[in-house]
């Protein structure tokens, strides 16, 4: 069984980081891909970045220059999305999510308010 552990919202102010982390935990490996979706209040799931087993990235044009999305070398079950110049527009439920197989697997959602 999988399960994807995410850690590191919060709140912050206007122009400040966090960095959160997405640990993929079971009998899993070779992860196709692994993402961060976030969710505000009345809108739509949307992609915030992504990585693939090959290394590329993808960023919503909204975080380009300011995101940064990374795998743990040793242990490439691990994802971690660097937030910098945070804008109160960020804030939303930000949510891990990885392709496995065929399989799509979502963590649990995490909590990120910028205050302005």
């Known amino acids: 069984q999988v399960q994807l552990v995410e850690s590191g919202g919060g709140l912050v102010q206007a122009g400040g980081s966090l960095r959160l982390s997405c640990a993929a935990s079971?009998?899993?490996?070779?992860?196709?891909?692994m993402g961060w979706y976030r969710q505000a209040p009345g809108k739509e799931r949307e992609l915030v970045a992504s990585i693939i087993s090959g290394g590329r990235t993808n960023y919503a044009d909204s975080v380009k220059g300011r995101f940064t999305i990374s795998r743990r070398d040793n242990a490439k079950n691990t994802v971690y999305l660097q937030m910098n110049s945070l804008k109160p527009e960020d804030t939303a439920v930000y949510y891990c999510y990885i392709i496995w197989g065929s399989q799509g697997y979502w963590g649990q959602g995490t909590q990120v308010t910028v205050s302005s």
């Open positions: 079971g009998s899993i490996f070779s992860i196709n891909f």
